[in-house]
């Protein structure tokens, strides 16, 4: 059994969707970065990478490829996914957190969930998600940006 941890954050700016865990969610604002910047999708990466010890997001989708402009995170996810299969493991169970101040996610968490079950081929009791806010305290609290953290368990095939 082997433990892995993922952190991501991305700036919320005009002119840009918002979307989080493959969900596409109504606001004013979205969140910059080269692809998508789904920030828990990327934190759910990093920490199936971090399990398998093979590096992290950057290194297998560098934002210096014009490839990964505006990508579909779940793209990268399932990537990720195959490669920790490949290294011999699979998904025990998955944590993740949403740290931002609104807008509200809680209405879109279910369809979050149905996606990263559907991804990471596991079912979706071995999969939580959770949204809180910093009380309007620091870089999220100000609605500066978007954090997300996630931590995983994987199993030996
Ligand atoms: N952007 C957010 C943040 C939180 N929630 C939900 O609200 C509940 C309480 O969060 P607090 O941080 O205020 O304690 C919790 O159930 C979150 O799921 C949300 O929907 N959207
Ligand atoms: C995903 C990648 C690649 O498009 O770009 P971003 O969307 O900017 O996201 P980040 O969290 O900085 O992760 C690594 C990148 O290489």
Not at 17 to 27: E, M, N, Q, R, Y
Not at 54 to 73: E, Q, R, T, V, Y
């Amino acid at each position: 059994m082997r433990i892995g941890q993922g952190f991501d954050v991305h700036a919320l700016v005009p002119g840009r969707p918002l979307i989080l865990g493959g969900v596409t969610i109504p606001f004013e604002r979205g969140l910059e970065g080269h692809s998508d910047a789904d920030v828990l999708l990327h934190a759910i990466c990093d920490a199936l990478l971090g399990a398998a010890a093979l590096g992290d997001i950057g290194h297998h989708f560098p934002d210096s490829d014009p490839g990964w402009k505006n990508a579909d995170s779940r793209v990268l996810l399932r990537d990720v996914y195959r490669r920790v299969r490949e290294g011999g493991y699979r998904l025990g169970n998955l944590d993740a957190t949403l740290i931002l101040q609104a807008p509200r996610v809680a209405p879109y968490l279910a369809q979050m969930l149905d996606h990263l079950a559907a991804d990471l081929e596991t079912p979706r009791p071995q999969i939580n998600l959770k949204a809180t806010t910093t009380e309007k305290l620091g870089f999220t609290g100000r609605g500066e940006g978007v954090a997300a953290q996630a931590v995983c368990l994987l199993m030996p095939l």
